[in-house]
């Protein structure tokens, strides 16, 4: 995981750019808005960073952008998926399998579970480069044992023949990152990659992911709920709270001066950041599960910053950062150069101005509950 | 038949509460095919009263047996667990359901360690139904002799604390009753009645059935782990993950036990909800006085909560000692690889951690010498070898790993008679697996065609050559055994040859188990300075 400068964002075209996206599932009971309008792009040899607690909708964004989604689950029109300039969102299953073996890839949070007991190893990477690229026989189990030695297993050709089990839990993620590889991605998305995995593994695959970047020039969504994981690898990192993006910034720049409430309250639950006999702070409440678009700030009734408006604006993203990067948090506290009440316009107009354009059932939100409060 | 020490701070210093020696976990101990699984290999250290104790390592040194050995879920295979000076591995019946009360364990998994069959009131109320709890253990004040009948019974002279429930001071036929605080009833719940015969007989009668008593004090521990009163009706699936470890905690609570093993407790919790929980172990610790054993791989946790930290590497405890020294200056070569393996929570720290290879060999099969031996980065090289470069010498480690691995790996019938035959194996391929290891060296020939496993030989120091040409032709005969044993002989160390000794690190009372802390050797520091030049983690 040596640490090479900060990549900068190039002119070059983004592999690839979300807008808007909004993803809902539906059930007899309720609707639920897993994502509400997610916005990011994603640059050639870069690591763009999705950061959250559990339920705030960090898989679904990986899967939404993998056409994953299945019923009850659908995405909501006027969302925006673009993959190499072309458009994702509305592709049938066989035009989306043409995708998923040709450029993008994705690695899952539990790597036994991505493998098939009942198939060998090299079967399955094989079985991969059969679909994506047509090799077979000797051709393609060369190149497996090529994409073995690539993640650094060691006696690939051994391994090639033995059963996930006889894999280690670090191998297994290895095998399953070879996969990935074998469809030749230019987008690679990691979905807690190391999180069922312990410290030294973790850092091998993590240097391991890193090397391959370098190498190939992969662009990289990196899904995580660890701080410190994400303080490493990302170049850029998206905060998501409850379905929305509350904060992007540069990394750098985001662990230096989190704006968003948040960011901070995330950043300070952290243990070992401050003194060891000082207690942790927490954050009171549970993430909500979020009924439709909001017209209210979602993190307010836990926000320990939350005044009387948040409960009827909805924040937009603003601009928080020095004149020359890219630093945006939707709170109603920002922009803080200007009077509160010039601030609370801003966000109004933004509001105003969705509604207007088509996001119509803003009016039937009020029904969100909040669930079970944690004490 | 336990002694609670009063808030001294430097009689608590010295105060143990539990003392392990040399104790030993193997499963399939007894069986036909041939060695154990050495879970737990012989560890040794002391939880002394009131402080937390951590227990880190990867998955599968054996930190989780450990910690259930500990309060008798695993029976130990070999060595003893002191607990207030009393051996508790060899318990059993009554004997050990009594001391069960004194540890408890919280479980790692909030989702499958509640019946959610059952409600919180249930599940939290199911020791105290077990353990017929309150047992009302009755002192009759400066009257041993006297007999206690009724609800309660007796307790010998010794017992204070939470061992003495009520208190009776007997004048004349009037009895003054005093209740511990912790209970949930009051003297005005018990009927007693005094007759002073030529003994001294107390009736005590409770007035509430026990049933009455229990709700109330399970109730009272929801609301002291945070939760409300009015859960106590509901079931596990309608609260969060961070509520449901809080009912956990609840349960293991219930008893009031002096000693209790957090198995992982905030593992599988955001970290928000973790802030919360890591909280409340501390207000609750300090309440009630408990000892903790924190197991957990989480280092940033363990250094926040507790007051020392054992290591722990396959079955091993590699280095045990206080929190902060144990963090600021490691001293074991594995402490140091763990510690510069976690991500830091600062994107300007340019870290370069020290990244093991491979992973922890099978606790079915350690490796003879020291348990860290096969991964470690600062491990003894032979004298002879003294200008061989690092390089090569991680070629030579990555080729001693594969020859175990292969070792190791299962053998079909049919892949036996092959080898047998003669015929080609998935374990053919020796040279080429010798040029691919050796094949990054700067050393040897970069281009393609050149990298026949001559040249490579070729390109070696002679005294490297001979012993890795015996090397593959064992492997090419599949004699694992004897190519193991080569690739020992030839470069093996102390490190291989002998299980190291504890020694002590630090005026603090800090051990490690290395042989590099033997003055005869380099220390650790320096030389993984020298190799690994300014790594993360120190």
Not at chain 1, 346 to 366: F, K, N, P, S, W
Not at chain 2, 139 to 161: F, H, K, L, S
Not at chain 2, 208 to 232: D, F
Request: with cysteine.
């Amino acid at each position: 995981m040596s640490q090479q400068p900060r990549r900068q964002r190039t002119a070059s075209e983004p592999v690839l750019s979300v807008e808007n996206l909004r993803t809902e599932f539906h059930t007899d009971k309720e609707v639920i808005r897993a994502i509400d309008d997610v916005s990011f792009d994603v640059h050639p040899g870069e690591t763009v960073g999705i950061v959250g607690e559990s339920g705030s909708g960090k898989s679904v964004t990986a899967r939404s952008i993998m056409g994953l989604v299945d019923d009850p689950g659908r995405i909501l029109d006027g969302s925006s998926i673009r993959f190499r300039g072309e458009e994702l969102v509305g592709k049938t299953e066989d035009e989306y399998r043409d995708v998923r073996g040709d450029g993008i890839a994705m690695v899952f949070q539990d790597p036994l579970s991505s493998l098939n007991p009942v198939y060998t190893v090299g079967n399955q990477i094989k079985e991969a480069l059969k679909l994506h690229q047509g090799l077979t026989g000797k051709a393609a189990t060369d190149r497996a044992a090529e994409l073995l030695k690539a993640v650094s297993i060691p006696d690939a050709r051994r391994r090639l023949t033995e059963y996930p089990h006889q894999f280690s839990g670090g191998m297994r993620q290895r095998a399953v990152i070879a996969m990935a590889l074998a469809c030749d991605p230019d987008l690679l998305i990691c979905d807690e990659p190391t999180t069922a995995l312990d410290v030294t593994i973790q850092a091998q695959i993590l240097e391991l992911l890193n090397d391959i970047q370098d190498a190939e020039d992969l662009a990289i969504v990196f899904i995580t709920h660890d701080m410190g994981v994400i303080a490493q690898v990302a170049d850029r990192v998206n905060v998501m709270y409850a379905g929305e993006f509350v904060e992007k910034a540069p990394v750098e720049e985001l662990f230096a001066n989190p704006r968003h409430p948040y960011t901070q309250s995330l950043l300070e639950s952290i243990p070992g950041r401050g003194d060891a006999d000082e207690r942790l702070q927490s954050i009171e409440g549970d993430v909500p599960t979020p009924h439709g678009a909001a017209t209210y700030c979602r993190f307010a009734p836990r926000c320990p910053k939350a005044f009387d408006e948040c409960d009827a604006i909805h924040p937009a993203h603003v601009d928080v950062g020095e004149e020359d990067v890219e630093h945006t948090a939707a709170c109603l506290l920002y922009p803080d150069d200007l009077p509160q009440e010039e601030a609370l316009a801003i966000h109004q107009e933004h509001q105003t101005e969705a509604e207007r354009t088509g996001d119509g059932d803003a009016q039937l939100v009020d029904e969100n509950t909040p669930p079970e409060e944690e004490q | 038949m336990t002694e609670v020490v009063e808030s001294d701070e430097s009689a608590r210093e010295e105060d143990v509460l539990v003392e392990v020696n040399g104790l030993k976990k193997y499963y399939d101990a007894g069986s036909l095919t041939g060695t154990p699984v050495k879970a737990v290999d012989g560890v040794d250290f002391d939880i002394r009263r009131g402080e937390t104790l951590g227990l880190v390592g990867e998955s599968g040194c054996g930190k989780t047996t450990l910690g259930r050995t500990l309060v008798h879920l695993e029976a130990a295979t070999e060595g003893e667990v002191l607990f207030d000076g009393r051996d508790v591995t060899s318990l059993s019946g009554n004997e050990l359901k009594r001391w069960r009360r004194n540890a408890q364990i919280v479980f790692q998994d909030p989702e499958s360690s509640l019946n959610d069959r059952m409600t919180v009131g249930e599940i939290v109320r199911e020791p105290l139904d077990v353990h017929d709890w309150p047992t009302l253990t009755v002192r009759v004040a400066g009257d041993p002799d006297a007999t206690v009948t009724g609800d309660a019974e007796a307790v010998g002279p010794t017992a204070t604390g939470r061992d003495v429930d009520v208190t009776v001071t007997v004048s004349g036929d009037d009895a003054d009753v005093a209740v511990r605080d912790s209970l949930p009833i009051g003297p005005e719940d018990l009927a007693v009645d005094v007759d002073s015969g030529s003994t001294t007989t107390v009736d005590v009668e409770l007035l509430p059935s026990k049933a009455q008593v229990r709700r109330a004090h399970v109730r009272e521990l929801l609301e002291r782990v945070g939760m409300q009163r009015e859960h106590y009706f509901r079931y596990p699936h309608q609260f969060s993950g961070g509520q449901r470890q809080r009912i956990g905690i609840a349960r293991a609570l219930a008893l009031e036990p002096e000693f209790v093993v957090l198995d992982e407790p905030v593992s599988a919790l955001d970290v928000s909800v973790q802030a919360k929980i890591l909280n409340l172990l501390e207000d609750l610790q300090d309440e009630f006085g408990l000892t903790y054993l924190f197991i957990a791989h989480d280092l940033a946790v363990v250094r926040h909560i507790c007051d020392r930290v054992a290591v722990m590497y396959l079955g091993n405890v590699m280095e045990l000692g206080a929190a902060d020294s144990l963090f600021d200056e490691p001293a074991n070569p594995y402490t140091h690889s763990l510690l510069s393996a976690i991500p830091e929570p600062d994107p300007t720290i340019e870290s370069d951690p020290i990244t093991l290879r491979g992973t922890p060999p099978s606790p079915r099969d350690p490796p003879t010498g020291c348990p860290f031996s096969t991964r470690c980065p600062a491990k003894i090289r032979p004298e002879a070898f003294d200008d061989l470069d690092d390089e090569t010498w991680a070629a030579i480690d990555d080729l001693h790993r594969i020859v175990r691995e292969r070792g190791r790996a299962e053998r079909s019938l049919r892949e036996r008679a092959r080898e047998v035959l003669g015929m080609e194996t998935r374990f053919s391929d020796v040279e080429d697996i010798v040029v691919e290891v050796f094949g990054r060296l700067d050393r040897t020939p970069d281009t393609t065609a050149e990298r026949s496993f001559e040249a490579m030989m070729d390109a070696l120091p002679r005294d490297v050559r001979g012993p890795l040409v015996d090397v593959t032709d064992h492997l090419r005969e599949n004699r694992e055994e004897d190519a193991l044993e080569r690739l020992l002989d030839a470069f093996g160390s102390e490190c291989d040859a002998t299980s190291p000794a504890y020694y002590d690190v630090d005026e603090g009372g800090r051990v490690s188990m290395c042989h590099r802390h033997d003055p005869a050797y380099d220390d650790v520091g320096p030389v993984l300075e020298e190799r690994y030049g300014d790594y993360a983690g120190r």
